[in-house]
């Protein structure tokens, strides 16, 4: 077999690692022993990149190099204006380096861009989205392949981009094998992630609460980054009901070996994931799993044969998982569960089974590489936004307005046409109201603005009366343009309730 030089394009300048990321390292590590392979990190305008990245590359011996660029997580955080910008140096490595596969996480314009210039095929590890980004129309900056690790959602993205894939699951391997102790009391149960609303961290808190007021003795450990008013929100709780000595954030946790090797089992409480990393690294360590049925975790766990599944998402019914599996770990028959998880692993999760299914995804891509033949300018909407840059600069406004809307313009120019003739609050009156308003102001010159709707402001902005929410008219034919970040699931809430719908007259701006 053919050595192939494969480029791995991660997502993250920050010192945030999360599961997406983890996961594309892994897969480099993992084609390392067969290809050429080489991580691109992206960098901040310091030239700095994300160091959690760095060290693990370092650690284990894996080559990489630093660029910058901009990769996204939601079509509505694409920004078409910049990506060009550092385009000649990655380019330049691109074409030096003599790469036959361009592999990326999130949506990267630069490295499509290249993708499409060459002729290089191009494949997107792809992530779940949340219901309604599924109704937002599909702009062509994705590439013709994505690599998903769970069957859930490979068909919906593949539906969606009209594109082909490949289930590749995750691979990941913590290197101990925990034996079990027979009966231990507290048991301890681990959580990693972030600690965000999606991956429900607050009911699992709950869960636990549940259980050690029935005497159950356990002890839960929360290991993931934890700065978000999410994760505030879990310690009031905690402090409220004084569950200090049960919970623990620990925060994020560089050495997964030694969280794994204190933990008992493994707990997954997600509402909206394709397949948590975090469940095969406890597989890998033969620690048991506890998790939601969320999106592809159903396709390999089986409640009872290979792990302890809840029925639902609340925090009544992880206790229930939980209790089951304490039932087990009392009678033995935990040993049973451990068996199938073991099997599991082999047959899904191993290096051996994810390098077969990586190496049949790229040999595909290699066979058909010739059968795309798309433009460079991708979404076709690139002088519109550029010239919609222009009328700002023009309008006077700062720089800092300027490029706080380049990730949102092409998202905007997606959803315009559903937006235009409909009479719009936009719900906030700070920075983003503003900036939404200016925005349509050039794209949709008969946009009619009944109000700005903010609690926290009075009086009028620009001419347009500032009222409550209280005070809005809520009928056909109005829109209500959500332009503020924090609080935007209660706004949804409390419109849904009002039989409004989002992408119908809700639209989700900043």
């Not at 955080?77 to 550092?86: G, Q």
């Not at 949506?107 to 002729?119: C, L, Q, T």
């Not at 129309?137 to 539906?159: A, G, I, Q, T």
């Not at 902005?461 to 209660?490: C, H, P, T, W, Y």
Request: proline letters at 2%.
């Amino acid at each position: 077999m053919k050595a192939l030089n494969i480029a791995y394009f991660f997502s993250v300048s920050s010192d945030y690692l999360g599961g997406a990321d983890h996961t594309l390292f892994m897969q480099a590590l993992l084609m390392g022993s067969r290809h050429n392979v080489i991580a691109v990190l992206p960098c901040d305008k310091a030239g700095k990149v994300n160091e959690k990245l760095r060290r693990k590359c370092e650690i284990s011996g894996l080559e990489y190099r630093g660029f910058a660029y901009d990769a996204a997580i939601a079509i509505r955080s694409v920004n078409l204006v910049d990506y060009k910008r550092d385009f000649e140096k990655i380019e330049h490595f691109v074409t030096q380096e003599r790469i036959d596969i361009l592999h990326s996480v999130q949506i990267n314009p630069v490295v499509e861009y290249i993708s499409r210039k060459y002729g290089i095929p191009h494949v997107m590890n792809i992530y779940s989205l949340e219901e309604w980004e599924w109704r937002v129309p599909c702009p062509d900056v994705f590439p013709r392949y994505v690599s998903c690790d769970s069957e859930f959602y490979l068909n919906k993205w593949m539906k969606y981009l009209n594109c082909r894939g490949k289930c590749v699951r995750v691979y990941d391997e913590i290197g101990i094998q925990k034996q079990r102790s027979g009966e231990k009391f507290p048991v301890v149960i681990g959580g990693a992630g972030l600690i965000c609303e999606y991956k429900n961290q607050l009911e699992i808190i709950k869960a636990v609460e549940l259980v050690v007021k029935k005497g159950r003795k356990i002890r839960l450990i929360l290991a993931g980054e934890d700065d978000l008013p999410y994760a505030a929100g879990c310690r009031a709780y905690m402090q409220r009901h004084q569950l200090q000595d049960w919970v623990q954030l620990a925060g994020f946790i560089d050495n997964m070996k030694e969280f794994f090797g204190e933990i008992d089992v493994f707990i997954c409480g997600s509402r909206r994931e394709s397949f948590p990393a975090s469940v095969v690294e406890a597989v890998s360590c033969n620690i048991p799993v506890i998790s939601t049925p969320v999106a592809g975790i159903p396709e390999i766990l089986t409640d009872g044969e290979n792990a302890y599944l809840s029925r639902g998402y609340s925090a009544g019914e992880l206790a229930e998982a939980i209790e089951r599996f304490l039932d087990d770990s009392e009678t033995g028959k935990v040993s049973g569960i451990l068996a199938g998880e073991q099997r599991t692993y082999e047959a899904c999760f191993s290096a051996g089974a994810v390098r077969e299914q990586l190496q049949g995804l790229y040999d595909e891509m290699l066979e058909r590489a010739g059968e795309d033949k798309r433009m460079w300018n991708m979404a076709g909407c690139e002088g519109e936004i550029l010239r919609l840059v222009r009328q700002m600069e023009r309008a006077g406004s700062d720089q800092e307005d300027i490029r706080l809307t380049y990730d949102r313009l092409l998202y905007l120019y997606q959803i315009k046409e559903n937006i235009a003739g409909k009479q719009c609050y936009i719900w906030g009156a700070g920075r983003w109201g503003r900036l939404t308003r200016l925005i349509f102001k050039y794209w949709i010159e008969d946009l009619e603005i009944m109000a700005f709707v903010d609690q926290n402001r009075s009086n009028s902005i620009d001419g347009i009366s500032v009222i409550g929410k209280e005070e809005m008219e809520i009928r056909e034919n109005v829109a209500v343009l959500i332009s503020f970040v924090k609080g935007q699931q209660e706004a949804v809430a409390y419109l849904e309730d009002k039989n409004m719908e989002i992408m119908e007259n809700i639209f989700i701006i900043a």
